[in-house]
């Protein structure tokens, strides 16, 4: 029998032994134990990495001017979780319909979030408690890289490049007809009344065309898309499907406290409602997992036959966001 001083270093060294064996093969309450150790690790980089997101704005912000449109961001862009004090901003192609369903769901409510009777509620108070309140709540911003956000919404907008039914009269006045306009194209019913009210409220007229002429369209080619986004920045009538991070939702103002990134989703969602209590939907968490790097790579590839004067003119629009988000261009752009 050992000597009763050496008894506490005998136990140590079989405790060792044990725990060793146990992790190695499989005991499942160490296997548990690292599993939490590895969330808590995954937890602690996550969070990192939204301090570092959040340090990369503020400096963005810091060194020079960005336009902002504070009373826009507020009015139609911020959602409110009112249990939780929180809110996001979203922008159309960066998730906003499943934002408006996250909304609903904390919320408890049906409908459009901005229309929920406590939004209405604030908005009765004085402009100066609307703006206060708005900046005192946890701040979130959910963005995409730019020029993937852009491809989006040619693919849905602008119908990938297809034929605009003729009847989506709403669809041919907001987006088919200004980008033909743009361009210099006409379109293709050139005798039709939609046509010739747009050419009317434009003060715009064009020459009626061979129907077989090329420039008789029913549709716009990604690079004449690209055309018609940096005319509306000249002109100064941007549509709100692409408008600037800055122009929707205001960085330079508000202190976003966690900004949520469409290639990363996944986790900062899953980071981000953890923190405030808030449940997750499962069926989006799953829709969030599948082929986002995948599609990244494929959306970029729409920019391989743009010309370089035409990508030059995106990326000044969008070097801002770019830049503030920690967004790179693709190698060979």
């Known amino acids: 029998m050992p000597k009763p001083t050496v008894l506490p270093l005998v136990l140590c060294v079989g405790l060792a032994f044990s725990l060793s064996l146990m992790y190695h093969y499989g005991h499942p309450d160490t296997n548990i134990t690292y599993e939490i150790l590895e969330r808590g690790r995954m937890q602690e980089s996550t969070e990192e990495r939204f301090r570092s997101r959040r340090q990369m704005v503020f400096e963005i912000c810091q060194g020079g001017e960005n336009k902002e449109d504070v009373s826009f961001s507020i009015k139609t862009r911020i959602y409110h979780f009112w249990n939780h004090n929180a809110s996001i901003c979203t922008m159309g192609k960066v998730g906003s319909e499943t934002w408006r369903s996250h909304a ?25 408690q609307v703006v206060d309140y708005s ?13 993937t956000r852009l491809v989006s919404c040619y693919q849905d907008k602008f119908r990938n490049g297809s034929d605009f039914p003729e009847w989506r009269k709403a669809d041919l006045k907001e987006f088919l007809l200004p980008a033909l306009l743009s361009n210099g194209l006409v379109f293709k019913f050139q005798e039709s009344e939609v046509w010739k009210n747009f050419l009317n409220k434009k003060k715009k007229s ?25 005319n509306t920045f000249e002109n100064g009538r941007i549509n709100r499907h692409w408008k600037t991070y800055g122009l929707l939702c205001s960085p330079c103002f508000f202190d976003y406290e966690y900004i949520i990134k469409t290639e990363t989703q996944d986790q900062d969602l899953e980071f981000v409602f953890s923190r405030f209590g808030i449940p997750s939907d499962p069926h ?17 590839r729409y920019y391989e036959t743009v010309p370089l004067e035409v990508k030059m003119k995106i990326y000044k629009i969008y070097k801002a966001d770019m830049e503030m988000f920690g967004y790179d261009l693709p190698e060979d752009f």
């Open 104 to 128: 609903r769901r904390i919320n408890e409510i049906q409908g459009h979030p901005m229309r929920d009777v406590r939004h209405r509620a604030l908005f009765e108070k004085p402009w100066e």
């Open 135 to 147: 900046k005192s709540v946890s701040s979130w911003i959910a963005v995409r890289h730019p020029l």
């Open 206 to 230: 064009f020459e009626k065309l061979d129907p077989e002429d090329e420039r008789a369209r029913l549709s716009v080619t990604f690079t004449e898309f690209l055309n018609h986004v940096a």
């Open 284 to 300: 989006q968490a799953k829709k969030l997992r599948e082929g986002t790097e995948t599609k990244m790579k494929r959306d970029l």
